[in-house]
């Protein structure tokens, strides 16, 4: 699915967008590179597209479970996140896609 322009994500930050039934965090790296894992913390709901990132986690702002952006899997014990495919397209479009298309 076609989202927004990459450009309304600052370096270093997150965005939620909705696409399908989910709710999906685009984080835009300090790197320049781009992650795509659920928006919605599976410990009990906060918004971690919000969340504090570096090159490799993200940190729920909520109660502080993190989340591997790579795999989805949480280094702290939480249940893991959807993780997505994404790149921009020649438009400077974010695109994600599910990892798993049977789940969108
Ligand atoms: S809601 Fe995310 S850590 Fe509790």
């Known amino acids: ?3 927004g322009p990459v450009d309304e994500i600052p370096f270093g930050e997150g965005r939620a967008y909705a696409v399908g039934d989910d709710m999906v965090a685009v984080f835009r790296l300090r ?3 781009l992650r795509a894992v659920s928006a ?3 410990h009990a709901g906060g918004p971690l597209a919000d969340g504090q990132t570096d090159t490799k ?3 729920c702002p909520l109660h502080l479970h993190a ?3 790579t ?3 949480s280094t702290t014990g939480a249940f893991s996140l ?3 495919a994404v790149h921009v397209d020649d438009d400077n479009h974010l695109v994600v896609s ?3 298309p049977s789940e969108v």
């Open 1 to 3: 699915m076609r989202l």
């Open 31 to 33: 790197d320049g590179s």
């Open 40 to 42: 919605v913390c599976p």
């Open 57 to 59: 986690v993200v940190i």
């Open 67 to 69: 989340f591997d952006l």
């Open 71 to 73: 795999t989805g899997c």
């Open 82 to 84: 959807n993780v997505y």
């Open 98 to 100: 599910p990892l798993v």
